[in-house]
């Protein structure tokens, strides 16, 4: 390499001083973006996820926790198709959900009692894209609920995602029951976890749990991975600043002896598999997602008497 000397000419030290100068202008606008510090934690734990392999991920695994979870005694009553990460693949030109995923259903001519929507229902959360999106699920199911992620609503309380979310699929958390079980959407895409307004409202909610046949709690971000131990990992970690802390959201649950589930959305992308189910503690942990090489949405059927069956459906097979 040849080194120009600055004693050579006044022009080149001006336009050496001139480059330095933009290119600290530059790396100050990606470091500072609006004065807010660059997340280096994220930074260094996305380079350190390429450089190093993953947990191995075992399918087969996953397919037996789903069959000890089912039990096929009883009448279906109500089925709830949970779909993870519906825009599919990242950097995608697709407005609404995931072509192979619309292509799906428009083939199955199957419809769902609910659609349980666990976050990214879109790329780009505009009133358009969102609108697009309720009108490509609508047909399919008696009712859509979502526990929406961050590119639904974005990682802060205050921000103008929230309220165009909320003009199309209304409250970011509510609660509903189905048959006989609660089915709780939560919202935990700031810092990962419940705010005070929610908090309470769970509390509340939880007062009567032992008037169900069971619980299912439905969210966007994989908040129990470090929990449980999974062999799979969030797509993303945005919205977390520090370390996610489960055992909060878990504490909540401590006095109930309803049958427990925790459901997420976030997985799926690129190589991350797109299907997971684990128990720890006498509580079950499903995932899936889409934007992969291995989409999979999920059939839970609500059975008669409190039981429960759960269906993995992969997109192309």
């Excluded at 600055?6 to 336009?15: E, G, K, P, Q, S």
């Excluded at 991975?225 to 878990?250: K, W």
């Amino acid at each position: 390499m040849k080194f120009l000397h600055r004693r050579h000419h006044t022009t080149a030290a001006l336009l050496v001083i001139v480059g330095l100068t933009a290119a600290c202008g530059f790396v100050s606008g990606i470091f500072f973006h609006r004065n807010e510090i660059f997340p280096y934690r994220q930074l260094t734990e996305l380079i350190s996820d390429r450089q190093s392999p993953g947990p191995e991920y075992d399918y087969m695994a996953t397919r037996r926790c789903m069959d000890r979870i089912s039990d096929g005694a009883g009448r279906p009553v109500a089925r709830i198709l949970v779909v993870g990460h519906a825009y599919g693949t990242p950097g995608g030109d697709n407005r609404g959900v995931d072509p192979g995923f619309a292509k799906f259903l428009s083939s199955s001519g199957d419809q769902w009692d609910l659609m349980a929507l666990t976050g990214d229902i879109v790329s780009s959360a505009t009133l358009h894209n969102l609108r697009l999106a309720r009108d490509q699920l609508s047909p399919y199911a008696g009712r859509l609920v979502v526990a929406p992620g961050n590119h639904d609503v974005g990682t802060t309380n205050d921000n103008a995602l929230r309220d165009v979310f909320e003009e199309v699929f209304g409250p970011t958390y509510s609660a509903i029951e189905l048959a006989d079980a609660l089915l709780v959407f939560v919202d935990l895409s700031v810092e990962w976890t419940l705010d005070l307004e929610q908090r309470h409202w769970l509390e509340d909610l939880l007062v009567d749990d032992d008037a169900y046949s069971r619980i299912i709690v439905f969210s966007h971000n994989l908040v129990w991975t470090d929990y449980v131990g999974t062999d799979v990992l969030p797509n993303g970690l945005a919205g977390l600043s520090g370390e996610p802390d489960f055992a909060l959201l878990l504490d909540l649950f401590h006095t109930t002896s309803t049958p427990l589930m925790f459901v997420a959305g976030d997985i799926g992308v690129g190589k991350n598999p797109g299907l997971y189910c684990g128990t720890k503690d006498g509580v079950h942990y499903i995932a899936n997602g889409l934007g992969g090489e291995s989409d999979s949405l999920i059939e839970l059927t609500l059975l008669e008497g409190g039981g429960l069956t759960v269906h993995p459906i992969e997109l192309g097979s």
